[in-house]
Each structure stands twice: as structure tokens, then as C-alpha cells.
């Protein structure tokens, strides 16, 4: 039934992930573990398993450091199951993942996008905090308005995502260094349908120095933050079903979508400060002010906020 996509990289937390998928109660899926090329013994790792559900492969390049889209759509080549799920090697599903996963698609048979509650977790497992709950269902609109507004928290991990409704569309939105990919593909997965979700809390999403969020050329993901809000704009304005309240709500969206654009922009440069120091934060708000439209107060507030 599910096609469990591990694009693999990093060994730190890789067992963990490997664990908690093997631990899952509803048992009919396969593991896909696709080594990106990891200067690590992935293979060593996977070796010591001998669980017939997991299937290893090799990358011949390391897509992930092109465009972390490019890693997940190959694992997604090479899924065989009706439903998929992009993992990570740092996260962790609790065991009854699956089977929540199993009984809403039980229920909603003619959907295409999935997901549980996401709960975040630091480098060493303990609670953070719990992300915001959601409907059972909501359309489209409901759906981008919650996420453009900061009302919801999402990550890629915790979706589940029908397959060929995923190739019907030519795989994860490419957008760069994959910002917001999973978003935009998110939005055009559920723009017929709607989505489908459970509050339970069942996938942990680990906050660590060592995750994509904060690792990777700091200039790069601020230039790939406009990308997004434009694709979004366009795909906004493109939905016809403009009931009253949708209308409400489209319009609601388009305001919203350059204040999230800023919102990005500055946490972004609030990460920078954090993991490279107010120094070399410093230096590059100041070469990149032009570029940007940086202004002297929002240094001042992210030296703060540092």
C-alpha cells in the first residue's frame, strides 16, 4: 500500500529514522532507501538489516546538493506501492503513522493528499513543540490560507501523497534550493479534492545544526523565496470556484502572500545570524542590502532577536 522514500544523506540520526519506519504497526509497505552519494557509510549502515521491505539504491551523482527536488523525485521513480511518503534520514514516524494514514484513506477513498499532525523534536528526541491542529478536510483555499498566514506548520515528512496523482503532475514542484517545493506541490495535489488530515501527532520533525533548514548558501535560499510567492500568486488567481466565501478568502491569500515573502525573508536572516554569528551576519547584510532592500532597522531587530 506505501511506498515509504528515504533519500538518504547523513548517518547521524539514519538508524532512528530506518527504526521507526521497520516499527510501524500497519505492516504493507516498502522501504526505498536511495543513497545520495553520502561521503558516509550509508551502505554499511542499510547492510545490517535483513528486512525483506527495504530496497537500497545508489545515486551516480548527489542530487540533493543541485536541488533536493531532484533527490526526491528520484526516489519517487522508483516507488511501486499506491501511496508514497518522502522521508528524511533525521526524523522519526511514530508506529501508528501508517495505520492513521490507512483508516483516513479508508474513509476518504477519492483523495489524493494525506497527513498527521507534526510534532518537532530537538537533536537529542525531546519535545520542542507541537504544531497547530487541523479539520479533518478543507479545500484548497482553506488549505493555502492557513499555511501563506502562519496559522499552520508543515514539512514535508508528514504528507502521504497518492503516487500516480503525484507523476500527473510531473513530480514535486521545482523550485530553487526546493524552497516551498513541497508547499506548491502540496496546493496542486489538493486544489480538486481538498486534503485530508488527523491531529494526532505521529510524525516527530527534528530541529538539529545539521538539518536542511539550517545548513546550505544562505544567499541562494534567499533569492529562491520570490520564486514561490509568484508561482503561488499565479496558482491563486488561476482557482474558479468563487463562491462568496472563497472570493473572500482568495483575496485574503493575495494580500497575504508578500507579507509571507518578508516573514521568510527574515527568518532566514535570523538563522544566518544564529548558526554564523552576529559578525559575519552583519557583513552580509551589508553587501547584500542593495540586492534585497535590506534597511539598517531590520539589522538592528535580527542582532536582537541573535
Not at 476518504?108 to 491542529?133: C, E, Q, W
Not at 479539520?135 to 504528507?159: C, M, T
Not at 520564486?227 to 485574503?252: M, R, T, Y
Request: net charge neutral; proline share 3%; hydrophobic share 45%.
Amino acid at each position: 500500500m506505501f511506498s515509504v522514500l528515504l533519500p538518504a544523506f547523513k548517518l547521524t540520526y539514519l538508524r532512528e529514522a530506518i527504526d521507526s519506519v521497520l516499527a510501524q504497526s500497519f505492516r504493507d509497505f516498502e522501504l526505498i532507501i536511495v543513497n545520495d552519494r553520502s561521503p558516509e557509510d550509508i551502505a554499511g549502515l542499510v547492510a545490517t538489516y535483513s528486512d525483506n521491505r527495504i530496497s537500497y539504491f545508489e545515486n551516480e551523482f548527489n542530487l540533493g546538493s543541485k536541488n533536493l527536488v531532484y533527490a526526491w523525485n528520484r526516489c519517487v521513480e522508483l516507488a511501486n506501492r499506491e501511496y508514497g511518503i518522502i522521508f528524511s534520514d533525521d526524523d522519526i514516524l511514530h508506529e501508528r503513522f501508517l495505520e492513521e494514514i490507512s483508516l483516513l484513506i479508508a474513509k476518504y477513498p477519492a483523495h489524493d493528499l494525506f497527513y498527521t499532525r507534526p510534532a518537532v523534536i530537538d537533536k537529542n528526541g525531546a519535545l520542542l513543540r507541537l504544531t497547530t491542529s487541523s479539520p479533518e478536510w478543507e479545500d484548497v483555499y482553506d488549505f493555502i490560507w492557513h499555511r501563506v498566514s502562519g496559522k499552520r506548520d508543515l514539512f514535508a515528512q508528514n504528507f502521504v501523497f497518492r503516487l500516480s496523482a503525484l507523476k500527473s503532475i510531473g513530480g514535486f514542484v521545482d523550485f530553487p534550493m526546493a524552497w516551498a517545493s513541497d508547499d506548491a506541490t502540496w496546493f496542486l495535489l489538493s486544489k480538486a479534492k481538498g486534503v485530508v488530515a488527523s491531529s494526532k501527532a505521529l510524525v516527530y520533525w527534528r530541529w538539529s545544526e545539521i538539518n536542511i533548514s539550517n545548513t546550505g548558501n544562505f544567499k541562494h535560499r534567499l533569492e529562491a523565496v520570490k520564486p514561490f510567492q509568484e508561482w503561488c500568486h499565479n496558482f491563486v488567481e488561476g482557482l474558479d470556484d468563487l463562491s462568496g466565501e472563497h472570493q473572500f478568502i482568495k483575496n485574503q491569500i493575495l494580500r497575504q502572500l508578500p507579507l509571507r515573502t518578508v516573514h521568510s525573508e527574515q527568518y532566514l536572516l535570523s538563522r544566518l545570524f544564529r548558526t554564523k554569528g552576529s559578525l559575519r551576519g552583519i557583513l552580509f547584510y551589508i553587501r547584500n542590502r542593495n540586492q534585497f532592500g535590506f534597511g539598517f532597522k531590520g539589522m538592528l531587530k535580527l542582532m536582537f532577536r541573535a
